[in-house]
């Protein structure tokens, strides 16, 4: 469709800095002030037709979903896999959207990584995700994806070498990541 909107996804953390703020106090009618994107790197194009590997820890998919979505809006077919990292199924953000366009979609393949608590019919144990995970689930090397990795620090630097390791070319894997900006007094 042709709306122009802003989706805004929020994590609460109770010693965040910002999100009980958008959890708790901002209502509807209140004004923001967003700004953004600002780099050019952290972007899929609908140019793009490579097969492109997206791996995200925990709420580091609020970018990649961005990316599924102007996929599926431009009538894209550029092959695309996620393997998701979360903690339990419960913190799977985006869940139900996800299946469907994986179940809907021969192109877009949707990999989940449980951390703690698997569901019980999940074929591996909870663990985080490692060479055999990613050999097995992503695009091979010799295909050269560009691969998106989005979630705190430790995370991407891990699946970025994880992903390096497996044989892509570092110059293909791009990444955001988050984390602490400090303690509070």
Request: proline content about 8%; hydrophobic content about 35%; charged content about 25%.
């Amino acid at each position: 469709n042709s709306e122009r909107r802003v989706e805004l996804t929020v994590e609460r953390l109770l010693n965040g800095e910002v999100s009980p703020y958008l959890t708790q106090e901002l209502a509807v009618g209140d004004r923001l002030e967003l700004r953004g994107p600002i780099g050019g790197w952290f972007v899929w194009r609908t140019q793009q037709t490579e097969p492109i590997q997206l791996v995200a820890g925990g709420s580091g998919i609020v970018p990649l979903m961005a990316m599924i979505r102007s996929r599926a809006l431009a009538g894209s077919t550029a092959p695309f896999r996620l393997l998701y990292s979360v903690r339990e199924r419960q913190a799977v953000f985006y869940r139900e959207e996800l299946q469907a366009l994986s179940d809907h979609d021969r192109s877009m393949n949707l990999t989940y990584a449980y951390t703690r608590v698997a569901p019980k019919d999940w074929p591996r144990p909870p663990s985080r995700i490692d060479a055999a995970l990613i050999a097995n689930t992503t695009w091979p090397s010799k295909l050269v994806p560009t691969c998106y990795v989005c979630g705190p620090t430790s995370f991407v630097e891990s699946a970025s070498r994880l992903l390096t390791s497996s044989g892509n070319d570092p110059e293909k894997i791009r990444t955001e990541r988050f984390g602490p900006t400090g303690e509070r007094q």
